[in-house]
T-cell receptor, first 115, second 117 residues
Framework: DTGVSQDPRHKITKRGQNVTFRCDPI?????LYWYRQTLGQGPEFLTY????????KSRLLSDRFSAERPKGSFSTLEIQRTEQGDSAMYLC?????????????FGPGTRLTVL | AQKVTQAQTEISVVEKEDVTLDCVYE???????LFWYKQPPSGELVFLIR??????QNEISGRYSWNFQKSTSSFNFTITASQVVDSAVYFC??????????????FGKGTKLTVNP
């Protein structure tokens, strides 16, 4: 059983550029989460999908951020017009709604650096 | 408010010492889930244990043990006979079910554990 994968692992971009990250969840998992982690902090929730539906977005997710999960499989997170404050680790997690405790399994993350 | 507090920012021990990582949580829910995750230098969060609020039994898994006490809202993690490979940042997290919907994790700020040889 392969785990959660994320691509790319590292991204360096210049301020004002757009970036897109991809997350492939564990194959039978229908729930998918995006979190953001800055240095010295715990991960903070960004958004949640159940199957292809985006059911919740954090106030942290400004209108420059958009996430999709077409067909309920992989997900993408796009940041438009990046700012230096967007520099962080972006983590994806997946879980199954059949797990009543909702254990979330994380990918390796995408580390974004905005210059 | 839902909140997880890990008061220890960094802990340094010598190999074979026992170490306890503290976690205190706040929630108005009577039903909730608690978790511990390990984040090694590679960055990936590794799930260690989960607990639901109705199960106060302590758990032992090899060198790891967890002490859940609802009376003090604590879910502490002990590593016995620590090893260098235990060096990582450890996060305690909560899913408060009153929030409904996404059941997102609420994390503490983490405790960085360094085990020196």
């Amino acid at each position: 059983d392969t785990g959660v994968s994320q691509d790319p692992r590292h991204k360096i971009t210049k301020r004002g550029q757009n970036v897109t990250f991809r997350c492939d969840p564990i194959s039978e998992h229908n729930r998918l989460y995006w979190y953001r982690q800055t240095l010295g902090q715990g991960p903070e929730f960004l958004t949640y999908f159940q199957n292809e539906a985006q059911l919740e977005k954090s106030r942290l997710l400004s209108d420059r951020f958009s996430a999709e999960r077409p067909k309920g499989s992989f997900s993408t997170l796009e940041i438009q017009r990046t700012e230096q404050g967007d520099s962080a680790m972006y983590l994806c997690a997946s879980s199954s709604s059949r797990d009543w405790v909702n254990t979330q399994y994380f990918g390796p993350g995408t580390r974004l650096t905005v210059l | 408010a839902q909140k997880v507090t890990q008061a220890q920012t960094e802990i340094s021990v010598v190999e074979k010492e026992d170490v306890t990582l503290d976690c205190v949580y706040e929630t108005r829910d009577t039903t909730y889930y608690l978790f511990w995750y390990k984040q090694p230098p590679s960055g990936e969060l590794v799930f260690l244990i989960r607990r639901n609020s109705f199960d106060e039994q302590n758990e032992i898994s090899g060198r790891y043990s967890w002490n859940f006490q609802k009376s003090t809202s604590s879910f502490n993690f002990t590593i016995t006979a620590s090893q260098v490979v235990d060096s990582a940042v450890y996060f305690c997290a909560l899913i408060p079910l009153l929030q409904g919907g996404s059941e997102k994790l609420v994390f503490g700020k983490g405790t960085k554990l360094t085990v020196n040889p």
